[in-house]
């Protein structure tokens, strides 16, 4: 069927396949008429949707020939006649108009999908009938209704997590969103088609959150704004794709899509390029296996961005993957309050990355073994006498008050790991006030606080290294005789184990790690951050100089690169 229906596309033209959809309303069975033509020279529409249950179980016909689609896609079509939808014009379909079995095909196709999505006259975007989206909910966005229920139902419809969404919104210069039998038209969904979801939200907001329906509400509507609106930032800065401060954008554009879903594994990278025009040297093709796709993602971004940012999201333990390889199929590899608090860091004093692949997954890189895990301990009650071991390894003597204000110091650092609050200056003195049994702190507020303490550190390991530093990471990710490795270009050091690949000594990453800082000193009341310290003790000791910044001062940051190593990580 595929070899007559399908007639070879020239690529180097810019060929593309239309739909035509016949007016006969009386038939059950949608029927079609498939014509090809150049991108550019004929008007068209295109259709946005999500594929949903991938079986293909619903018959339509395109050009005589019986097809099979989703229920969904057959669906829409049958909308689309009924209602007079692209009447005038034909439309573009992915799932028809590109030969799903022809690989090569598939990526010549896909690098056109930008330009699209872009030339499209109409973006129609088809959530589903009324048994996924209540007509309601086509009311509440077309007249920006206060009926937080149902505009909740709409954007919790299966479309907006579609990893190819954000590519044909970004383009679209007119959207037309069909549900329910009604259409609402939003003239560019970057520009304006996040405004009812902002409207709805600052409401929520000044209402307090209070009860948990209006909370879960405010959070969905969080999540959706923040990829519909970081899809309308990206089409907007595409413009300034050749200014070198673009690509420090590129690995964070890339993560906060993430969490979308594709059927096809590889299109969580290849569905995001078209949004990126020549900030990475990739291609899709669907030849290659998912393994090879996501570890050419990450060599390009680490081109790209010229760090290793990308990495603190790696380690994911997958059997086809390397450890410095990302994978994209797991919604989420480490808690999210922890990855911000890594991306925060700058460990190895910003230096650039200098990476070169072997083998096709082995990264050759420059790093440095900084400490050694000596001890693992889970359980909260563990961790006070753990810090004290670690502190009399470091020159003293110290009072109890700098051992704990220094304890303290350290445990509100590890709390704003969890991401429930954000913690002011004022908090490592509550705790002291909390450990000497202060009586002008309240019962409550003292429960609260000691209860978050302990359901922190309990979703983390916390380590001592030889060094007496103190460290924690997501719980499992650590063992003892674990080498902490420091690389050139990451914010944070890792947790890595020592592996032999054939006559290579190589590292296989467990998890960025986060030092506590131990500052029994603090200037002016302030403590140093715990990538500070592990800076400083690393570089000052290779270099033989007073601090980190006269190490920088004194010999530059190449000199600085240079008392790193070559080290590979697999």
Same mark, same amino acid.
């Given at each position: 069927?595929?070899?007559?229906?399908?007639?070879?596309?020239?690529?180097?033209?810019?060929?593309?396949?239309?739909?035509?959809?016949?007016?006969?309303?009386?038939?059950?069975?949608?029927?079609?008429?498939?014509?090809?033509?150049?991108?550019?020279?004929?008007?068209?529409?295109?259709?946005?949707?999500?594929?949903?249950?991938?079986?293909?179980?619903?018959?339509?016909?395109?050009?005589?020939?019986?097809?099979?689609?989703?229920?969904?896609?057959?669906?829409?079509?049958?909308?689309?006649?009924?209602?007079?939808?692209?009447?005038?014009?034909?439309?573009?379909?992915?799932?028809?108009?590109? =030969?799903?079995?022809?690989?090569?095909?598939?990526?010549?196709?896909?690098?056109?999908?930008?330009?699209?999505?872009?030339?499209?006259?109409?973006? +129609?975007?088809?959530?589903?009938?009324?048994?996924?989206?209540?007509?309601?909910?086509?009311?509440?966005?077309?007249?920006?209704?206060?009926?937080?229920?149902?505009?909740?139902?709409?954007?919790?419809?299966?479309?907006?997590?579609?990893?190819?969404?954000?590519?044909?919104?970004?383009?679209?210069?007119?959207?037309?969103? +069909?549900?329910?039998?009604?259409? $609402?038209?939003?003239?560019?969904?970057?520009? +304006?088609?996040?405004?009812?979801?902002?409207?709805?939200?600052?409401?929520?907001?000044?209402?307090?959150?209070?009860?948990?329906?209006?909370?879960?509400?405010?959070?969905?509507?969080?999540?959706?704004?923040?990829?519909?609106?970081?899809?309308?930032?990206?089409?907007?800065?595409?413009?300034?794709?050749?200014?070198?401060?673009?690509?420090?954008?590129?690995?964070?554009?890339?993560?906060?899509?993430?969490?979308?879903?594709?059927?096809?594994?590889?299109?969580?990278?290849?569905?995001?390029?078209?949004?990126?025009?020549?900030?990475?040297?990739?291609?899709?093709?669907?030849?290659?296996?998912?393994?090879?796709?996501?570890?050419?993602?990450?060599?390009?971004?680490?081109?790209?961005?010229?760090?290793?940012?990308?990495?603190?999201?790696?380690?994911?333990?997958?059997?086809?993957?390397?450890?410095?390889?990302?994978?994209?199929?797991?919604?989420?590899?480490?808690?999210?309050?922890?990855?911000?608090?890594?991306?925060?860091?700058?460990?190895?004093?910003? *230096?650039?990355?200098?990476? =070169?692949?072997?083998?096709?997954?082995?990264?050759?890189?420059? &790093?440095?073994?900084?400490?050694?895990?000596?001890?693992?301990?889970?359980?909260?009650?563990?961790?006070?006498?753990?810090?004290?071991?670690?502190?009399?390894?470091?020159?003293?003597?110290?009072?109890?008050?700098?051992?704990?204000?220094?304890?303290?110091?350290?445990?509100? =650092?590890?709390?704003?790991?969890?991401?429930?609050?954000?913690?002011?200056?004022?908090?490592?003195? *509550?705790?002291?006030?909390?450990?000497?049994?202060?009586?002008?702190?309240?019962?409550?507020?003292?429960?609260?606080?000691?209860? *978050?303490?302990?359901?922190?550190?309990?979703?983390?390991?916390?380590?001592?290294?030889?060094?007496?530093?103190?460290?924690?990471?997501?719980?499992?990710? $650590?063992?003892?005789?674990?080498?902490?490795?420091?690389?050139?270009?990451? &914010?944070?050091?890792?947790?890595?184990?020592?592996?032999?690949?054939?006559?290579?000594?190589?590292?296989?990453?467990?998890?960025?790690? $986060?030092?506590?800082?131990?500052?029994?000193?603090?200037?002016?009341?302030?403590?140093?951050?715990?990538?500070?310290?592990?800076?400083?003790?690393?570089?000052?000791?290779?270099?033989?100089?007073?601090?980190?910044?006269?190490?920088?001062?004194?010999?530059?940051?190449?000199?600085?690169?240079?008392?790193?190593?070559?080290?590979?990580?697999?």
């Amino acid at each position: 069927m595929a070899e007559t229906l399908y007639m070879p596309l020239n690529a180097a033209e810019s060929q593309i396949r239309l739909l035509v959809i016949d007016p006969v309303e009386h038939e059950a069975t949608v029927s079609c008429t498939m014509q090809m033509a150049k991108l550019g020279e004929q008007a068209f529409d295109a259709l946005s949707y999500c594929w949903g249950n991938p079986v293909k179980d619903t018959r339509i016909i395109v050009n005589g020939t019986q097809l099979m689609v989703t229920a969904n896609l057959a669906t829409a079509l049958f909308h689309f006649r009924q209602s007079g939808v692209s009447s005038d014009v034909p439309i573009w379909i992915d799932a028809i108009c590109i =030969n799903q079995a022809d690989n090569t095909e598939r990526g010549s196709q896909v690098q056109l999908m930008g330009s699209l999505y872009q030339q499209a006259r109409k973006v +129609h975007v088809w959530l589903s009938d009324e048994s996924a989206v209540p007509r309601a909910s086509m009311q509440a966005l077309a007249e920006l209704s206060e009926s937080f229920r149902d505009l909740l139902a709409l954007i919790q419809n299966a479309y907006w997590t579609r990893a190819w969404v954000q590519q044909e919104i970004a383009f679209a210069l007119c959207c037309v969103i +069909h549900g329910s039998g009604m259409m $609402v038209r939003l003239d560019g969904i970057p520009s +304006h088609g996040t405004l009812p979801f902002f409207d709805v939200y600052r409401q929520l907001e000044l209402t307090g959150c209070r009860s948990r329906e209006i909370r879960s509400m405010r959070d969905s509507l969080r999540e959706l704004l923040y990829q519909v609106a970081t899809t309308g930032f990206v089409a907007k800065i595409r413009q300034f794709a050749h200014e070198p401060s673009y690509a420090r954008l590129i690995t964070g554009i890339f993560l906060s899509y993430r969490p979308l879903r594709a059927t096809d594994p590889r299109d969580k990278v290849y569905g995001m390029l078209g949004l990126l025009p020549g900030s990475l040297d990739l291609s899709p093709d669907y030849t290659k296996p998912v393994s090879e796709v996501y570890t050419d993602l990450t060599v390009e971004l680490i081109k790209a961005t010229q760090d290793l940012e990308i990495l603190h999201v790696a380690c994911s333990g997958s059997a086809d993957l390397p450890s410095w390889v990302p994978d994209l199929r797991i919604h989420r590899q480490f808690p999210e309050a922890f990855v911000d608090k890594v991306k925060g860091s700058r460990a190895s004093a910003g *230096l650039a990355a200098d990476i =070169n692949v072997e083998d096709g997954n082995l990264l050759r890189t420059r &790093g440095s073994i900084i400490d050694v895990v000596e001890r693992v301990e889970r359980g909260v009650h563990k961790i006070r006498p753990l810090f004290d071991e670690g502190a009399a390894r470091f020159p003293g003597p110290y009072t109890e008050r700098q051992l704990s204000g220094t304890f303290w110091n350290a445990i509100t =650092n590890s709390i704003s790991l969890q991401g429930h609050r954000r913690f002011n200056e004022s908090d490592a003195e *509550l705790c002291l006030r909390i450990m000497q049994n202060d009586n002008t702190v309240e019962d409550a507020t003292a429960e609260k606080f000691v209860m *978050l303490c302990t359901e922190t550190l309990e979703n983390y390991d916390v380590l001592l290294t030889a060094q007496g530093h103190v460290g924690q990471v997501p719980k499992g990710r $650590v063992e003892a005789d674990d080498k902490l490795l420091m690389l050139a270009g990451a &914010g944070a050091p890792f947790t890595a184990m020592r592996q032999r690949i054939g006559d290579k000594e190589a590292f296989a990453l467990r998890s960025p790690c $986060v030092l506590l800082p131990f500052d029994p000193d603090p200037i002016d009341g302030k403590y140093k951050l715990e990538h500070e310290i592990a800076t400083s003790d690393f570089l000052v000791r290779r270099a033989g100089l007073g601090s980190c910044s006269e190490t920088l001062q004194e010999l530059g940051k190449q000199a600085v690169l240079d008392l790193f190593e070559e080290v590979i990580i697999c």
